[in-house]
C-alpha cells in the first residue's frame, strides 16, 4: 500500500494536480527545475531531489565556465520543496509548482543556496523586531520572432494605452484568469510606454514571499504567452533600440509594528532609522548592482533618461532617483522605497538577501543620509550625482570590495557569485552590444531562439 498524502498535497490532487514542477533560481538568474510525481511531493519536502552545485556556474547561456570554482563534476545536494509555498502552475493541466531550497546530504542547509541566504536575512531582520516587506513589479515584450529570430512587438497601441490593451483583450483576460488561478496576488496590470511591453506589480510580501512570486509569475506569464503563438522576453533591453524591461523593487519596513520610513521631520517625512536604512541602501548601491543587474546587457538598460534611474542618489517621487521614496500622505498609504535598477535577469532571492543584511546594517549603525535629488540627475552639474557602475565588471568590483556582502553570504557564496560575474564578463568579451543584445533578447529563454 502507498503512504497516505500529507493534507495539503491530497488537497492538490483532489484539483486533478498530477506533477509539481520544483524550482530553484542559479547565480546566473535563470529558474531551473525538476519534476515529481504529486504522490513524491512529501519526500521532496522531506528528503528532496538531487541537483549537482555545478549548476551554479552555468552561464546565462547554459555554458559552464570552466573557471568557475563550482565547475567540477563531484558532489550532490537535495533540492527540498518548500509545501507552504505549494500552488498551482496551470489551470487544467494537472501541473503545480514549488520553490525549493539544496541542502547538503548531510541534511545541513547548503551554504551556497539563494533562497536560503534569503531566508537567513530575513529571520535575522526579525529577531532584530524589524519586518521588512517586498512587491516587485515585471515588465516584459510581448513578441514574435522576426525572420533574424529578432523580436518584433506582438501587438499595436500606444504607451499605456487602452488601445493596446483593447488590442490584446484575449490576452490579458486570460493572463489575469491565470494568475488568480495560480494564486499570485497583484496589485496593477498596464500596457507599458515600449511597444508590446506590459507591466504587472505583484502584492508585497515577505521577502521569500516577493521573490518566489516573481519566479511564479514569470513562469505562469511565459506559459501564457506561448499559448497565444507568441513570445515574452524578460531581457533587460531586449533589442538596443527598444525600451528595456525593469524589475523594480519596492519596499517598505516596521520594526515593533510601526512603519520605520515615516513619522519623523526628515525630507519626505523620513524618521531617523528610515532615515539610515536609506543611506546603507545608498552607499552599497554600487555592490548590490552587482546583483540587481547580473548581465551584460543589464548596463545597456541602465541609461540616463531611461527611468531606470542609472544614478547614486536618492528623491523624494524622483523617477531618475535609484531610490525613489514615496512618502506617507493623507491616502493612509504607508512609505516605501523603490529600488529601480533592479532587472529580471536578477536572482531575486539574492536581490532581498542583499538588500535585508544591508538594511539592517544601517539600522545598527547609522551613517549620514545626503540630501535628495529633485529633477534630472543627468542634468546636474558634473560630479554633482554619482553614475552607478555602466559596466558589470565595475559593479563586480564593488561587489567584491564589500565588506558588508562578503559577511552577509558567507565567504564561499560571496567568492562563487564573483566566479558568476567574471564568466558573464568573459562570455561578453569582444562581443559587440548589437551581437549580444540579439544573444540575450528572449532572457530568460536560455540559449537564445534556435
Ligand atoms: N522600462 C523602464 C525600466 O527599464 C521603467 C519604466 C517605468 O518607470 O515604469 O526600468
Ligand atoms: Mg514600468
Not at 520553490?99 to 548531510?106: I, M, N, Q, Y
Not at 529578432?150 to 501587438?155: C, E, G, S
Not at 517621487?317 to 531610490?323: D, G, Q, V, Y
Not at 569582444?430 to 543584445?437: M, N, P, T, V
Request: glycine fraction near 10%.
Amino acid at each position: 500500500m502507498s503512504k497516505p498524502l500529507s493534507a495539503p498535497v491530497a488537497a492538490f490532487a483532489d484539483q486533478g494536480i498530477r506533477w509539481v514542477a520544483i524550482t530553484w533560481v542559479n547565480h546566473a538568474g535563470a529558474p531551473l527545475v525538476k519534476v515529481v510525481p504529486l504522490s513524491a511531493f512529501d519526500a521532496a519536502v522531506a528528503v528532496g531531489v538531487g541537483f549537482s552545485p555545478v549548476s551554479d556556474a552555468f552561464r546565462a547561456d547554459g555554458a559552464i565556465d570552466p573557471a568557475h570554482g563550482l565547475a567540477r563534476p563531484d558532489g550532490d545536494l537535495r533540492l527540498r520543496a518548500d509545501p507552504a509555498a505549494l500552488a498551482l502552475l496551470e489551470l487544467g493541466s494537472g501541473w503545480a509548482w514549488a520553490p525549493g531550497e539544496r541542502f547538503e546530504r548531510s541534511g545541513e542547509p547548503y551554504v551556497g543556496d539563494q533562497r536560503h541566504g534569503c531566508r537567513r536575512q530575513q529571520e535575522q531582520l526579525q529577531q532584530a523586531g524589524v519586518e521588512l516587506r517586498a512587491g516587485f513589479e515585471l515588465e516584459w515584450l510581448v513578441a514574435t520572432a522576426d525572420a533574424e529570430g529578432a523580436p518584433q512587438p506582438a501587438l499595436p497601441g500606444g504607451p499605456y494605452g487602452a488601445d493596446r490593451l483593447v488590442e490584446g483583450l484575449d490576452y490579458a483576460t486570460a493572463l489575469l484568469d491565470a494568475l488568480e488561478a495560480a494564486g499570485i496576488p497583484w496589485l496593477q496590470f498596464h500596457p507599458e510606454y515600449g511597444a508590446g511591453q506590459f507591466e504587472l506589480s505583484l502584492a508585497p510580501g515577505t521577502p521569500l514571499e516577493a521573490a518566489d512570486r516573481l519566479v511564479h509569475a514569470r513562469l505562469v506569464i511565459q506559459r501564457l504567452t506561448r499559448r497565444f503563438g507568441w513570445r515574452c522576453s524578460f531581457s533587460p533591453k531586449p533589442s538596443l533600440e527598444r525600451v528595456g524591461n525593469g524589475g523594480h523593487l519596492h519596499l517598505s519596513l516596521q520594526r515593533d509594528g510601526l512603519p520605520l520610513l515615516q513619522g519623523g521631520d526628515g525630507p519626505g517625512g523620513l524618521s531617523d532609522p528610515g532615515a539610515a536604512v536609506l543611506a546603507a541602501l545608498l552607499a552599497e548601491l554600487p555592490a548590490l548592482l552587482a546583483l540587481a543587474c547580473p548581465l551584460t546587457m543589464s548596463y545597456r538598460r541602465l541609461a540616463p533618461g531611461s527611468w531606470s534611474a542609472p544614478f547614486q542618489v536618492w528623491g523624494i517621487e524622483n523617477r531618475e532617483a535609484a531610490l525613489r521614496l514615496v512618502p506617507a500622505l493623507g491616502d493612509g498609504a504607508a512609505a516605501h522605497l523603490e529600488l529601480k535598477v533592479v532587472d529580471l535577469a536578477a536572482n531575486p532571492y539574492l536581490v532581498l538577501a542583499a538588500v535585508q543584511a544591508v538594511a539592517l546594517a544601517g539600522l545598527d549603525e547609522a551613517r549620514p543620509l545626503p540630501l535628495p535629488v529633485s529633477g534630472d540627475p543627468a542634468q546636474l552639474p558634473a560630479g554633482a550625482a554619482l553614475r552607478l557602475p555602466a559596466s558589470l565588471a565595475e559593479a563586480s568590483a564593488a561587489f567584491a570590495a564589500s565588506a558588508l556582502l562578503r559577511q552577509a553570504f558567507g565567504e564561499e557564496l560571496h567568492t562563487s557569485l564573483i566566479d558568476s560575474q567574471a564568466a558573464e564578463v568573459r562570455r561578453c568579451a569582444g562581443r559587440d552590444d548589437a551581437e549580444l543584445a540579439a544573444a540575450d533578447a528572449w532572457w530568460p529563454l536560455v540559449g537564445g531562439l534556435p
